[in-house]
């Protein structure tokens, strides 16, 4: 009896309890956290994305002289938005600062200004952009076989502006190996061989007042320099030469045998053959 009535206790108190009715989810405390974190980070993003005080209102540009402030100030403008949602016409579109993207704007600066050599882009919270660039500098004039005109180069042997002025200071270079036309921003002669032919018309200029008028690359490994006494030099350009050595044994010569009057009728001078040197 006792048994039973136990049982009896037992089974009541289960039923009981299954029939108790749950606590509200509202009056539970993981709830409200959630909450509070869902608003926490909803917040976030909207003062990240939209809030008035992160947008970029400002940009600064320093280094321009020959391109335009206001082309610049519109390429970093038109690049520094951020596309977060479109469909079909309609879009949704930020300039928060926080994503902006540094490495594409200086790559769109670069790609659309063949006259900028570098750029770097900072960002000066809460709402400014400050692009920094350097302008080529032209050290020669390059002239190409298809009469599509010279263009100015700089020391990396990029072309970056058209030029009808032949007149200058600058060397006039030329590649009888090229025969494709040629385009502002391509890199028409390789950066070694410019450095080489600056070179030599330093040498020249500082140490017999010797002026260059043009240089022909007659083929990879080859470097044709007439002078403005109308002779030329020869210079081997392959990777085993050393330009150095070259211009060495031309000093010897151009302060021994070949004098000023000797000049006045020579030919050419050769330097392409190690430890050797002819001229006519």
Known sequence: MTGDMSYRKTHVKNKI???????????????????????????????SLFYSGVQIKNILVSGNDKVRLQDLKSTVSENSSTTLF???????????????????????????????????????????????????????????????????IDNTGVIFETSNDLSGDFVIVRQALENKNSYVGD????????????????????????SISEALISSPIRLNVKTAGNWQIYFDLSGESDINSQLLKLNALLGGDINPSVQKTLQYIDLRFKDRAYYK
């Open 17 to 47: 309890h299954k029939i108790k009715p749950k606590k509200s989810v509202f009056k539970r405390l993981w709830f409200w956290i959630l909450i509070l974190v869902i608003m926490v980070v909803l917040s976030a993003l909207y003062f």
């Open 86 to 152: 479109k469909l079909w016409n309609f879009k949704i579109i930020s300039d928060s600062i926080f994503l902006a993207d540094n490495n594409k704007i200086e790559k769109q600066v670069l790609q659309k200004f063949p006259k900028i050599e570098t750029a770097n882009v900072n960002k000066k919270y809460p709402q400014t952009l400050e692009l920094q660039i350097a302008e080529r500098k032209p050290v020669a004039v390059f002239c190409d076989n298809n009469e599509n005109g010279c263009f100015l």
């Open 187 to 210: 890199n028409i002669v390789a950066k070694n061989t410019v450095s080489d032919i600056l070179q030599i018309q330093k040498d020249l200029k500082d140490n017999f007042n010797i």
